[in-house]
């Protein structure tokens, strides 16, 4: 019931998407009329803000980062991750191409592939604003697309702020049964007693959606034969669905401590607390459920065997939940601070509550985790930086889990240098250990992984668009993949992958050349990575109207080398081996048109408009093809201080 209420709210709002547009444009023409401009500084109470990280160690607070650039790349698998694998329409699983090894510590319930599009709590921007802040973007285009993002932040006092964080993404695909529906909401808080001696940061997050699952097109060929906007090829599924449920309540508070210090102000003298350190007790309270449902029996045995007697050749329904709940105490240091550096000092303990569940089987574990962290943070161009920091998990799922990391900057005028290491020894994620479905079910005794990391990087820092270099290596023993069979498998092997990244920015006057590249290797064919993967974006800036609109004009190209990617598995919700089809060696060539007045920006952009140029290779992930030839539409408006 609730995924057809779903339905019938998107289509309302695409059947009314020519009424939204009228609506918010004029809504916007009084904001416009008495715009600010968009240099922050010029305001005298300038909106700022603080993430987590930036509260635990008292950094300062941000400027909101109001530029122009990359407000059309809407699409987050694109503007995050460049290179990467999604089923060939927004709001489907995907995941990274370029190997960037960034686990948490602690339980892992599995792949999540819908990871992206989740509102979470440790990314919160804790506000401070003198007007309310809001920020507006919407997309809309052909084949019912409707991307809507809205965050709105407000100071009910000066050390009271509030506000939500809300996404909508859902579109009808491009050829039969791509459908998704998502909904990604936060509501958030902040708060600091007038002596400076407590605060409280708070979040309620759900996060929700549905797929249409196709099981990817019967015959490739036959798909690549076609041509124009208007593609269809016979599906895998015909009636499969995949949703996903996800909430979390999230709550942090500071005791603050350190000595109360008078603060003179014309004949008024009041005191407030000069922070040498804090004690943090963190609550978080967090459900998933996973659900597969065939409900009128989709048959195919490749994407559904025959497993331990269960038929999976008729009607069949398959979940996955876990609940847990963390508290985590924690006592950090800050050492006297100076003109060229301040140190962070933190010690914690962490007790977390976990519960699984799916289909007959039940688990429950109690993971107890001690962290502790030393950092020097510069806090001027000319110096050397320095993080370390450590966990292990005595008891629980995760019992001996442990990780060490560290890195040392070194920054000059001219450029940084940053070395780090890190090495984690970790159990494997639940769902590669225990799994319990209709197609599949196995139990596995696997060995706990070991990764050693390395990685060096340097930033220019004289020019107008600098230059930056990443080199990573990574070594993993005991290494955890889904292969030909789909099923999770070990390898004895040690798996070597190394990693570069690159970017850099040309300019001649009003034109500007962005490029990004990235270049893997690994020595196993346990990972499937395209070798090389590149972005590029070339076009014309500038102002005009006596510099009242600024705008852009170009294309943009994402490519990377051809590969056997992996093929994805909607029931498993897995990504494994195939070595029968490659992918890659497409480009993806967009025309785009922005313009921004003051704080709003409207953008024009012509997608895959090579479509048609090339008949082979057009895939992100094998049988899933890349959307057609299309045009969008999109409108930014933000109002700040």
């Given at each position: 019931?609730g995924?057809?209420?779903?339905?019938t709210?998107?289509n309302?709002?695409?059947?009314?998407?020519v009424?939204?547009?009228?609506?918010?444009?004029?809504?916007?023409?009084?904001f416009?009329?008495f715009?600010?401009?968009d240099?922050?500084s010029?305001?005298k109470f300038?909106t700022?803000?603080l993430?987590e990280y930036?509260i635990?160690?008292?950094?300062p607070?941000?400027?909101?980062?109001?530029?122009?650039?990359?407000?059309?790349?809407y699409h987050?698998?694109?503007r995050?991750f460049?290179?990467?694998?999604d089923l060939g329409?927004?709001?489907?699983?995907?995941?990274?191409?370029?190997?960037?090894?960034?686990?948490?510590?602690?339980?892992?319930?599995?792949?999540?592939p819908?990871?992206?599009?989740?509102k979470?709590a440790?990314?919160?921007?804790?506000?401070?604003?003198?007007l309310?802040?809001t920020?507006?973007n919407?997309?809309?285009g052909?084949?019912?697309?409707l991307l809507?993002?809205?965050k709105?932040?407000?100071?009910l006092t000066?050390?009271?702020?509030v506000g939500v964080?809300?996404?909508?993404?859902?579109s009808?695909?491009?050829?039969?049964r791509?459908?998704?529906?998502?909904?990604?909401?936060k509501?958030f808080?902040?708060?600091q007693?007038k002596?400076?001696?407590?605060?409280?940061?708070?979040?309620?997050?759900?996060n929700?959606?549905l797929?249409?699952e196709?099981g990817?097109?019967?015959?490739?060929?036959?798909?690549e034969?076609?041509?124009?906007?208007?593609?269809?090829?016979?599906?895998?599924?015909?009636a499969?669905?995949s949703r996903?449920?996800?909430?979390?309540?999230?709550?942090?508070q500071?005791?603050?401590l350190?000595k109360?210090e008078?603060?003179v102000?014309?004949e008024d003298t009041s005191?407030r607390?000069?922070r040498?350190g804090f004690?943090?007790?963190t609550?978080?309270y967090?459900?998933d459920n996973?659900?597969?449902?065939n409900p009128?029996g989709d048959?195919s045995?490749?994407?559904?065997?025959?497993?331990?007697?269960?038929?999976?050749t008729g009607?069949?329904y398959?979940?996955?939940?876990s609940?847990s709940v963390m508290?985590?105490?924690?006592?950090?240091y800050y050492?006297k601070?100076n003109e060229r550096q301040?140190?962070?000092?933190?010690?914690?303990?962490?007790?977390r509550?976990?519960?699984?569940?799916?289909?007959?089987?039940?688990?429950n574990?109690?993971n107890?985790?001690?962290?502790?962290?030393?950092e020097?943070?510069p806090?001027n161009?000319?110096?050397?930086g320095v993080?370390?920091?450590?966990?292990y998990?005595?008891?629980?799922?995760n019992q001996?889990?442990?990780k060490?990391s560290?890195?040392?900057l070194?920054?000059t005028k001219?450029?940084n240098i940053?070395g780090?290491?890190?090495?984690?020894?970790y159990?494997?994620?639940?769902t590669?250990?225990?799994?319990?479905?209709a197609?599949f079910?196995?139990?596995?005794?696997f060995?706990k992984?070991?990764v050693t990391?390395w990685?060096?990087?340097?930033?220019t820092?004289?020019?107008?668009?600098?230059?930056?270099?990443s080199?990573?290596q990574?070594?993993?023993?005991?290494?955890?993949?889904?292969?030909?069979?789909?099923?999770?498998?070990q390898?004895n092997k040690?798996?070597v992958?190394?990693?570069l990244?690159?970017?850099?920015?040309f300019?001649?006057?009003?034109l500007?050349?962005?490029?990004?590249i990235?270049?893997?290797?690994a020595?196993?064919?346990?990972v499937?990575?395209?070798t090389?993967?590149?972005f590029?974006?070339y076009?014309?800036?500038?102002?005009?109207?006596k510099?009242?609109?600024e705008?852009?004009v170009?294309?943009?190209v994402?490519?990377?080398?051809?590969f056997?990617g992996?093929?994805?598995h909607?029931?498993?919700?897995?990504f494994?081996?195939?070595?029968q089809t490659q992918?890659?060696?497409?480009?993806?060539l967009d025309?785009?048109?922005?313009?921004?007045?003051?704080t709003?920006i409207?953008?024009?952009?012509?997608?895959?408009a090579?479509?048609?140029?090339?008949?082979?290779?057009f895939?992100?992930?094998p049988?899933?093809?890349l959307?057609?030839?299309?045009?969008?539409?999109g409108?930014?408006l933000?109002?700040?201080?």
């Amino acid at each position: 019931m609730g995924s057809e209420n779903n339905q019938t709210i998107g289509n309302l709002i695409h059947k009314n998407s020519v009424f939204i547009w009228i609506t918010a444009g004029l809504c916007s023409l009084p904001f416009l009329a008495f715009a600010q401009t968009d240099s922050l500084s010029k305001s005298k109470f300038p909106t700022t803000y603080l993430s987590e990280y930036d509260i635990d160690r008292n950094l300062p607070e941000h400027l909101e980062d109001t530029t122009i650039n990359h407000n059309e790349i809407y699409h987050p698998y694109y503007r995050n991750f460049g290179i990467f694998q999604d089923l060939g329409n927004i709001g489907t699983p995907g995941r990274s191409q370029f190997f960037d090894f960034n686990r948490p510590s602690d339980f892992v319930l599995g792949f999540n592939p819908y990871q992206i599009f989740y509102k979470k709590a440790e990314n919160t921007r804790y506000y401070k604003t003198k007007l309310p802040y809001t920020d507006f973007n919407y997309t809309q285009g052909q084949r019912e697309l409707l991307l809507l993002a809205a965050k709105f932040s407000y100071n009910l006092t000066p050390r009271l702020n509030v506000g939500v964080d809300f996404n909508r993404v859902t579109s009808e695909g491009f050829y039969p049964r791509q459908y998704t529906s998502g909904y990604f909401t936060k509501l958030f808080g902040s708060y600091q007693s007038k002596n400076n001696r407590y605060s409280l940061l708070g979040n309620i997050i759900w996060n929700r959606g549905l797929l249409d699952e196709n099981g990817g097109i019967r015959s490739d060929s036959l798909f690549e034969t076609l041509r124009g906007a208007n593609k269809a090829a016979p599906v895998q599924l015909n009636a499969s669905q995949s949703r996903f449920k996800n909430s979390v309540i999230y709550a942090k508070q500071y005791y603050y401590l350190g000595k109360m210090e008078p603060q003179v102000k014309d004949e008024d003298t009041s005191y407030r607390l000069s922070r040498a350190g804090f004690i943090a007790h963190t609550f978080k309270y967090e459900r998933d459920n996973y659900f597969f449902d065939n409900p009128t029996g989709d048959t195919s045995s490749l994407l559904f065997p025959a497993n331990s007697g269960i038929d999976t050749t008729g009607i069949f329904y398959d979940s996955i939940s876990s609940f847990s709940v963390m508290n985590r105490i924690a006592y950090a240091y800050y050492t006297k601070s100076n003109e060229r550096q301040q140190s962070f000092i933190e010690f914690a303990l962490s007790h977390r509550y976990i519960e699984v569940q799916q289909m007959d089987e039940k688990r429950n574990f109690n993971n107890v985790w001690t962290e502790a962290r030393m950092e020097r943070i510069p806090k001027n161009e000319q110096n050397i930086g320095v993080k370390l920091a450590g966990s292990y998990c005595f008891t629980g799922y995760n019992q001996n889990d442990f990780k060490l990391s560290g890195e040392l900057l070194f920054a000059t005028k001219k450029f940084n240098i940053i070395g780090a290491f890190n090495n984690q020894f970790y159990t494997p994620d639940y769902t590669q250990v225990h799994y319990r479905s209709a197609p599949f079910s196995w139990n596995n005794n696997f060995s706990k992984i070991n990764v050693t990391h390395w990685r060096a990087a340097a930033q220019t820092k004289q020019f107008k668009h600098n230059i930056y270099l990443s080199l990573n290596q990574y070594l993993i023993a005991n290494f955890v993949y889904n292969g030909l069979n789909i099923a999770p498998e070990q390898s004895n092997k040690i798996l070597v992958i190394n990693t570069l990244e690159a970017s850099k920015t040309f300019q001649a006057s009003i034109l500007y050349l962005e490029h990004k590249i990235w270049l893997q290797q690994a020595n196993l064919d346990l990972v499937r990575l395209p070798t090389f993967g590149g972005f590029a974006r070339y076009y014309l800036s500038g102002k005009i109207f006596k510099k009242v609109l600024e705008l852009q004009v170009g294309a943009e190209v994402f490519y990377n080398t051809a590969f056997y990617g992996n093929a994805y598995h909607p029931s498993a919700r897995v990504f494994h081996l195939q070595n029968q089809t490659q992918i890659g060696n497409y480009p993806m060539l967009d025309f785009f048109l922005t313009g921004k007045v003051m704080t709003a920006i409207i953008y024009a952009k012509y997608e895959h408009a090579n479509m048609d140029w090339m008949n082979t290779g057009f895939y992100n992930t094998p049988h899933y093809p890349l959307p057609v030839r299309i045009f969008r539409l999109g409108m930014r408006l933000r109002l700040y201080n």
